[in-house]
C-alpha cells in the first residue's frame, strides 16, 4: 500500500474526509515552497498537489497560471522540485502529488522521471493532458517504482473512460466538478449530487473534488458527496497578496478553516 493509499484509508476508517490542498512549486520560489508544505500539513492538510509549473497551462484559469509564470521566472524546474521534496521528506510523511502538464515529464524521461520521482519521495502524479487511453507508456515505469498514477473524471465523461480510470488509476480519482478551467466558483453545481454519486458507485478508489470549491461552506458541502476535496485557487490567490510569514499565517488559517469544516 503506498502513502497516499495509506493516508486515505486511515482517513476513511475514521470516517473523516480529506482535505487536498493544492501549491504551485517554486512560487515564489522553492525554498519558500518547502516551508510552505510543511506549514500547509500543520494546518491539517491531508495531501499536498505540488503544481509543476508549465508555460501554456491551457486547464488552468488566471490565479495559477499567474502562479505558474511566478514559478517559471523564479527559475523553477522539474529536478528543483524533486530536489525539493526529498528535502521535505527529511521530516514530513504528507503525501505528495506533482500535478502539472505532460510536456515536462515527457521531455525529463518517462523512466527517469518515475525513477527520480520515487527517489525524492514523490506519492503519485496526476497529467491533466494525459488521457488514461494514452497513458500506457508511463504507467509500467509507474507500476515499477510506486508511483500512482491519478486520472480526472469530469462531468462529461462516458461510461468506457470511467471503466478504464477505474481499472488502471490509483491513488484516488480526481473528479472535476465543473466544465471548464481552474478557478474559485460563487456556489456549487446543483447536478454535482448525481454527478458524484454516479462515480461513486462505478469507482473503487476515493474520489476527491475539485476545481471551484474555495470556501469552508463549500468545501463543507462537496464533501458530504464525496470521499475528500481538493481546493487549489483559493490557496494559490494568497500568493498573490501576502510573502513570508504572514503568507504562511493566512494559509494556516484558510487550512485549519476548511479541514474544520469537512470533519
Do not use: W
Amino acid at each position: 500500500m503506498s502513502r497516499l493509499e495509506k493516508r486515505l484509508s486511515e482517513l476513511k476508517e475514521r470516517d473523516q474526509k480529506a482535505l487536498v490542498t493544492f501549491i504551485t512549486a517554486g512560487d515564489p520560489d522553492l525554498s519558500g515552497t518547502e516551508r510552505i508544505i510543511h506549514a500547509l500539513e500543520a494546518a491539517g492538510a491531508d495531501v499536498i498537489e505540488l503544481g509543476v509549473p508549465f508555460s501554456d497551462p491551457m486547464a488552468d484559469g488566471p490565479t495559477i497560471q499567474l502562479s505558474s509564470e511566478r514559478a517559471l521566472a523564479s527559475g523553477t524546474t522539474l529536478t528543483g522540485i524533486l530536489a525539493t521534496v526529498k528535502k521535505v521528506r527529511v521530516s514530513s510523511r504528507i503525501p505528495i502529488i506533482l500535478m502539472g502538464y505532460l510536456n515536462p515529464v515527457y521531455a525529463y524521461g518517462y523512466e527517469r522521471f518515475c525513477r527520480d520521482a520515487a527517489d525524492a519521495g514523490v506519492d503519485g502524479v496526476l497529467l491533466v493532458d494525459l488521457p488514461p487511453e494514452e497513458s500506457g507508456e508511463l504507467l509500467p515505469y509507474a507500476q515499477q517504482y510506486g508511483i500512482d498514477v491519478i486520472f480526472l473524471l469530469t462531468p462529461t465523461s462516458d461510461s468506457s473512460r470511467i471503466k478504464l480510470v477505474n481499472k488502471i488509476g490509483r491513488g484516488f480519482v480526481y473528479y472535476v466538478t465543473v466544465t471548464g478551467v481552474t478557478g474559485a466558483r460563487q456556489a456549487v453545481s446543483d447536478s454535482l449530487k448525481t454527478e458524484l454519486a454516479n462515480i461513486m458507485e462505478k469507482v473503487k478508489l476515493p474520489v476527491m473534488a475539485g476545481f471551484g470549491i474555495s470556501t469552508p461552506e463549500q468545501a463543507a458541502e462537496v464533501s458530504g458527496l464525496a470521499d475528500g476535496v481538493v481546493v487549489g485557487s483559493a490557496i494559490v490567490r494568497l500568493f498573490e497578496k501576502q510573502s513570508g510569514p504572514q503568507l504562511e499565517q493566512e494559509l494556516g488559517q484558510l487550512v485549519q478553516s476548511l479541514k474544520q469544516a469537512i470533519c
